[in-house]
C-alpha cells in the first residue's frame, strides 16, 4: 500500500511540488500520469525512499518514509521493485548475473532456483547465459521486470513502461506487469505521459475483472506541469 | 557473485582501455622496481666485495681509483710498488694479514690477478674443480670467466698485455689451468687466479734481454698493491697517515671510499628514482580517467544499483575495488617485467660489471611497488567513488534524459 498525505518534495535545488493525496491499498495499480517535468520522477523518488520530502507524510508497505538513509537502503530492496524506462540491466553481466546483483546489492544470500523461478514465470529462463545487447527489447524488458519482482517487492514502480514500444507490444507489457505485479500480490505505480498506456491498462484490468479476476480498480493520479 | 567477482567483471568490461590502463600502470611500477632492485644490488655488491679488507696500500695517486682497481677491478691502479716496500708493511705491529695483488695481463677481458691463496680465503671462495695452483703459470677461473671462455681444468691459456681486451700475447708463458671456482656473486667470479711469482715470470723473462738484465729486474720485483686487514680497528686512526706520509705509498680505505662512491652514485639514483615514481604518477592520473570514464559512463548502472538496495558505501567499495584489481595486475605485470629485465640485465652488460647484477632478487625496498600501487589504486578511486556517492537516482528516473 500506498498512502501520501500532504506531501511536498523537491529535488535537489529544484522548485518544491505539492502532490495530491493518493491511499492506493495493497495489491492496487495506481496510474501517475502527467507530461514531462510534472514531478513524476520526484514522487517516484520519494515513494521508493530515495528522497526525503520536504513536509507531509508517507507511508509505503507499512513504513512510514521520513528519512534516507542505510535503514532506508535496505528497506528498499526488500519492498520496492523498480523498472525503469531504460531498463538498465548491465552491460558488462549476463542474465543470471544482472539478477544476482539484486542480491549483492541488497547484501542477501544468492538463491539461484529462486531466479530460475522468476525468469521461468517470465519466460525467458532460457537466457540466463546471454548477455543483455543480444536480448530483443521485449526479452530485455521482461529480464528487467525479472529483477524487479526477484525479490518479491510490496511495491513495483514502472517509468514509462510502453515509451519505446508500439500498441501492440504496449498491451502486452501493461497485461504482463500487471499480472505479474498480482502474482507476487504488489502494488503497482505505472508512472506514464503515454495516453495509449492509460487505456491498454483500464482495458487490461477490465479484462481481468470479466475473468473473474480479483483485480482491484485503478486508481489515477494526475499531475501538472509546474511553470 | 561477490564484491570481488563483480568488480573484476566491471573492471574489465572495457577490455581495451582496461588494458591500455593497466600496462601504463606496469610500466611506471616496472621502472621504479628496476631502479630500487639495480640500486639495491650495486650497493650489496660493493659491501659484498669489500669483506674483510681493512685497508689497500699502492701506489700513489687517487685512494678511489685504488680501491676501483684494486678492490672491485674495475679501474686500472694508479701504478706498482716495490715488493720490498710491501714486505716491509707485513711485519708491522698492527697489520694481521697482508694479501699482495698483482696486476697486468687479461684473458679475453679477465684479468690475471698474482696473489697468495690468502685472497680466495678472504671471499670463502669454493673449487668447482680442480685444484688450487700449486707453482707458477697454474691458473685457477672465477666461475663466470670459465662460462665466458670455455677454459676447463687441464687447458692451457696464453694471457694477453694490459688489462682490456686486445694487448699483444706473452707468446712463450702459458698458463694452465688447475681449477675452477664455484660462482660466488663476488668479484672472484670474473678473476683469474694465480700465484704472484707467475706475473713476474711473464713479464721478466718477456723484458729483459740478458742474464744480467733478469737478475736486476728480479732484484726490482713489484707489486700492484696490497691488502690489509688490521689486527684491532684502532689501527684505522694511524696506519693510513703512517703509510701516505713515511713511505711512497698511499694507503686507502675501502669503507671510506665506497660510502664515498655510494655517495657519488646516490645522486644518480635519486634523478632515476624521482624518475619512476613520475612515471607512476602518470599512469595513476591514466587510472584515474579511465575510473572517472567508467563512472560517468555507468552513472545509470550505479544509480541502478542504489535502486536494488546498495548502500553509497557499497557503491565506493565496488570502485575502489575496481581500481585495486587494475592496479594488482599491474603491478604483478610490472615486477615481472623488473625481474626478468634485472635476470637478462648480465647478458647485456660488459663483463667487468656484469658481477654488479644478477638473479632475481627481492629487496626490501620493494615493497615500495605494490604499495605505490595501493596508493595509487586508492587515490585514483578516491574522486570517481565520491561521485558514486553523490549519484543522482534523477538520472534513471527521468524518462526524458
Not at chain 1, 495530491?20 to 515513494?47: E, F, I, M, N
Not at chain 1, 521485449?138 to 525479472?146: F, I
Not at chain 2, 696500500?57 to 672491485?72: D, E, F, H, N, R
Not at chain 2, 694507503?251 to 613520475?278: N, Q, S
Request: proline content about 5%.
Amino acid at each position: 500500500m500506498i498512502e501520501t498525505r500532504s506531501l511536498v518534495a523537491a529535488f535537489r535545488g529544484g522548485t518544491p511540488i505539492v502532490f495530491p493525496d493518493v491511499a492506493v491499498p495493497q495489491g492496487g495499480t495506481l496510474l501517475l500520469r502527467g507530461p514531462s517535468g510534472s514531478g513524476k520522477s520526484t514522487w517516484l523518488a520519494v515513494v521508493a525512499g530515495l528522497l526525503a520530502p520536504v513536509s507531509g507524510q508517507v507511508v509505503v508497505a507499512g513504513t512510514p518514509l521520513l528519512e534516507r538513509g542505510a535503514r532506508l537502503d535496505a528497506w528498499r530492496a526488500r519492498h520496492v521493485g523498480f523498472l525503469p524506462q531504460k531498463l538498465h540491466l548491465s552491460p558488462a553481466l549476463t542474465v543470471a548475473q544482472n539478477l544476482a546483483l539484486v542480491y549483492w546489492a541488497s547484501g542477501l544470500r544468492p538463491d539461484p532456483l529462486r531466479m530460475q523461478a522468476t525468469l521461468d514465470a517470465l519466460g525467458v529462463s532460457g537466457l540466463a547465459d546471454r548477455l543483455p545487447q543480444a536480448l530483443s527489447g521485449g526479452q530485455a524488458q521482461r529480464v528487467a521486470l525479472a529483477r524487479a519482482v526477484l525479490l518479491s517487492p510490496s511495491v513495483l514502480l514502472a517509468d514509462e513502461p510502453t515509451a519505446s514500444l508500439d500498441d501492440e507490444s504496449a498491451q502486452a507489457a501493461l497485461a504482463l506487469l500487471q499480472q505479474t505485479a498480482t502474482t507476487v500480490g504488489a502494488t503497482l505505480v505505472l508512472a506514464t505521459h503515454d495516453a495509449r498506456a492509460v487505456h491498454a491498462v483500464h482495458a487490461a484490468c477490465s479484462v481481468a475483472q470479466s475473468a473473474g479476476g480479483s483485480a482491484q480498480d485503478v486508481i489515477e493520479m494526475t499531475l501538472q506541469r509546474m511553470n | 557473485m561477490n564484491l570481488l567477482s563483480l568488480s573484476w567483471r566491471y573492471a574489465w568490461s572495457r577490455p581495451l582501455s582496461a588494458w591500455l590502463n593497466v600496462c601504463m600502470l606496469a610500466l611506471g611500477l616496472g621502472a621504479l622496481a628496476v631502479i630500487l632492485m639495480a640500486h639495491q644490488r650495486i650497493e650489496q655488491a660493493l659491501e659484498r666485495d669489500v669483506a674483510g679488507i681493512d685497508v689497500v696500500v699502492g701506489a700513489k695517486g687517487s685512494p678511489l681509483q685504488l680501491i676501483l682497481a684494486g678492490v672491485y677491478h674495475l679501474d686500472v691502479p694508479p701504478g706498482n710498488v716495490a715488493l720490498a716496500d710491501v714486505e716491509a708493511l707485513r711485519s708491522h705491529p698492527q697489520v694481521a694479514q697482508l694479501i699482495p695483488v698483482s696486476l697486468g695481463d687479461n684473458v679475453a677481458g679477465f684479468r690475471i690477478v698474482g696473489t697468495t691463496l690468502d685472497y680466495p680465503a678472504l671471499y670463502g671462495a669454493q673449487l668447482a674443480s680442480g685444484q688450487w695452483w700449486q707453482a707458477p703459470m697454474q691458473a685457477v677461473l672465477g666461475a663466470q670467466v670459465a662460462h665466458a671462455t670455455g677454459l676447463r681444468v687441464g687447458d692451457r691459456f696464453h694471457g694477453l698485455h694490459g688489462l682490456g681486451e686486445g694487448g699483444h700475447p706473452h707468446g712463450d708463458h702459458p698458463y694452465v689451468v688447475t681449477g675452477v671456482l664455484s660462482t660466488g656473486h663476488h668479484v672472484l667470479d670474473r678473476l683469474v687466479l694465480t700465484a704472484t711469482e707467475s706475473v713476474w715470470a711473464v713479464h721478466e723473462t718477456d723484458m729483459a734481454t740478458d742474464e744480467e738484465d733478469l737478475a736486476a729486474l728480479q732484484a726490482e720485483r713489484e707489486v700492484t698493491l696490497a691488502l690489509i686487514r688490521y689486527r684491532s680497528p684502532l689501527a684505522a686512526v694511524s696506519f693510513p697517515r703512517q703509510v701516505n706520509s713515511a713511505t711512497s705509498m698511499q694507503a686507502a680505505a675501502p669503507a671510506y671510499e665506497l660510502t664515498r662512491l655510494l655517495r657519488m652514485l646516490g645522486a644518480g639514483a635519486d634523478v632515476l628514482r624521482a624518475l619512476g615514481v613520475t612515471l607512476v604518477l602518470v599512469s595513476a592520473l591514466s587510472v584515474f580517467m579511465a575510473l572517472w570514464q567508467a563512472v560517468r559512463e555507468r552513472r545509470a548502472d550505479l544509480a541502478m544499483l542504489r535502486m536494488l538496495g546498495a548502500g553509497p558505501a557499497r557503491l565506493a567499495g565496488l570502485l575502489l575495488a575496481e581500481a585495486l584489481w587494475l592496479a594488482s595486475v599491474a603491478t604483478v605485470l610490472g615486477l615481472s617485467l623488473a625481474q626478468g629485465l634485472m635476470a637478462g640485465l648480465p647478458a647485456l652488460m660488459p663483463t667487468e660489471s656484469a658481477g654488479l647484477v644478477a638473479t632475481a632478487t627481492w629487496p626490501e625496498e620493494l615493497w615500495a611497488v605494490p604499495a605505490l600501487a595501493a596508493g595509487v589504486a586508492l587515490l585514483a578511486a578516491a574522486l570517481p567513488a565520491w561521485g558514486a556517492y553523490r549519484v543522482d537516482v534523477a538520472h534513471l528516473l527521468h524518462s526524458q534524459d
